[in-house]
């Protein structure tokens, strides 16, 4: 049974930080990702990271300010968004992949949480 969800989502000026959270499986998938999408706008990948959290993807949009996470053991995702810019206001969603595969540059991951909402102000 896998029943992704997200957390720690809210509103914050521009320039501050949150961390959201994914839980809801049981063992740790191979592919874990965050990806967003705003009022019609398509969704878009944001970061992932494989199983053992050695390698990870960014959007360039977010690279140097977000850094994606996994503790294993907690069964956790972790998605540390820091000097947030009001572009990064969007319903952000948690997935993931039990299939051993590419993980990057894709948006066909098996499993999806409901979303969080983060909304930045200027």
């Known amino acids: 049974q896998v029943q992704l969800v997200e957390s720690g989502g809210g509103s914050v000026q521009a320039g501050g930080s949150l961390r959201l959270s994914c839980t809801g499986y049981g063992y740790s998938p191979y592919c874990m990702g965050w990806f967003r999408q705003a009022p019609g706008k398509e969704r878009e990948g944001v970061a992932t990271?494989?199983?053992?959290?050695?390698?990870?993807y960014y959007a360039d949009s977010v690279k140097g300010r977000f850094t994606i996470s996994r503790d294993n053991a907690k069964n956790t995702l972790y998605l540390q968004m820091n000097s947030l810019k009001p572009e990064d206001t969007a319903m952000y969603y948690c997935?993931?992949?039990?299939?051993?595969?590419?993980?990057?540059?894709?948006?066909?991951?098996?499993?999806w949480g409901q979303g969080t909402q983060v909304t930045v102000s200027s």
């Open positions: 997935a993931a992949d039990w299939r051993k595969r590419n993980c990057n540059y894709r948006t066909d991951f098996g499993y």
């Open positions: 990271i494989y199983t053992g959290g050695s390698s990870t």
